[in-house]
């Protein structure tokens, strides 16, 4: 699911190690944008620092359409240069919380789940 690993949010682990790089979360996915923003209110710049493997384009496409959709908000403060921050809104923080049920879930079965990879896996390289 989703991880934090060395300050940066990965589709690996949860917050600490929690997780799996498979269920949940690719590069540029927008739950990986919602978990950063969890901690507190981020410029652009952060928020590339923080998803790892996220590009340009696809942060820049995924803050307006969680903008868009009311689950963060924008703030321009007129100074120059102009400076941005993404903040989650009230329902941005209650789908958080179950974000953080999710990577919860996924730690607590993590063995099951690398398991029957594994005996998948297997199977298939059987064939």
Sequence with gaps: MFGHVQ?????????GERGDPQLLGRP????????????????????????EGISHKM??????????????????????PPRVEYALTEPGQALRVTIDGLCDRTHRY??????ARHRTDTAEAGR
């Design 7 to 15: 300050g940066r949010h990965t589709q690996e682990g949860g917050r």
């Design 28 to 51: 540029g996915d927008p739950l990986l944008i919602i978990e950063a923003l969890g901690e507190r209110p981020l410029r652009f710049s952060e928020l590339r620092n923080e998803v």
């Design 59 to 80: 942060l820049t496409q995924n803050l307006r359409m969680l903008e868009r959709k009311g689950l963060i908000g924008r703030t321009v403060y007129p100074v120059v």
């Design 110 to 115: 993590l063995g099951h789940i690398e398991a």
